[in-house]
């Protein structure tokens, strides 16, 4: 059995098997503990309020690329403010050090591996409770170390404050992650604006037509069939949508 000392006052801890957190019988820090090391914890302080991350959600709802009734139809069936564990990990490779930070906890909450942690703001977590529910880690270390290439310069799991929040927009449910750090948005899917597949059915039919054309030089004349066939396609829906907004004018 691995011996692992505390990263704070160097106290040895005890680790049952299976478990990943441990408190410091010495100074009571709380340290996460995998097969290889002992790390420490932090917390990002919650600076976005309720209301202004409910402000925040309402302006993204009304984007020029979300279902232009999105923003009065949408529901909000929940809003929890939430600590979401991340493992964040600073690498050096190549006298490079880079950064990256993994979710320590499975989840379907979008935008948990690309959350960005505020430079200098950090507070230790040495326990307790806090201003929101904490969601426990339950991902190990060891499987994201061994994603990552270099060598460690420090690593720690970072409780980091979130919005979970989930919507309903005719009949369908949908969920977004606000950071109540910065205030960002990570919306995962939504419902779009309908004009947005009519311009990705007209750039599938230019990038077939391109494909057809670059094929037929390269491989087979008649695959130039397909390039007059994604022209055309292409020609056909710009008609028909500039029929629809004629009789919409009307
Ligand atoms: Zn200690």
């Known amino acids: 059995m691995t011996q692992f000392t505390c990263p704070r006052c160097g106290a040895p801890l005890e680790a049952a098997a299976g478990t990943h957190i441990v408190i410091c019988p010495n100074c009571q820090t709380l340290t996460y503990i995998d097969r290889r090391e002992a790390v420490f914890f932090y917390k990002i302080p919650l600076s976005v309020s309720e209301t202004e991350a409910k402000r925040i959600f309402k302006r993204w709802s009304a984007g020029p690329s979300m279902d232009k009734n999105l923003e009065a139809e949408a529901k909000i069936t929940r809003f929890e403010a939430k600590y979401f564990p991340v493992f964040s990990f600073v690498r050096k490779t190549g006298g490079k050090e880079a950064y990256s930070v993994f979710p320590a906890k499975n989840t379907t909450l979008p935008g948990m591996h690309s959350l960005k942690i505020p430079p200098g703001n950090l507070d230790t977590y040495t326990g307790g409770s806090l201003d929101a529910p904490i969601l426990e880690p339950d991902v ?15 690593q ?49 039919a230019v990038i077939l037509g391109f494909a057809g054309g670059i ?32 009789e919409a004018a009307k």
């Open 215 to 246: 094929l037929g030089i390269l491989v087979h004349p008649a695959l130039f069939l397909l390039s007059a066939a994604g022209i055309a396609a292409g020609k056909l829906l710009g008609t028909a949508v500039l029929h629809r907004k004629t």
């Open 156 to 204: 720690s799991i970072v409780y980091f404050p979130i919005y979970d929040v989930t919507y309903t927009f005719r009949g369908e449910s949908y969920s977004a992650v606000i950071d109540a750090a910065s205030g960002d948005i990570h919306p995962g899917r939504y419902p779009e604006r309908s004009s947005g597949s009519f311009a990705g059915a007209l750039a599938a």
């Open 140 to 154: 190990s270390l060891e499987s994201c170390i061994s994603q990552l290439s270099g060598d460690a310069v420090s």
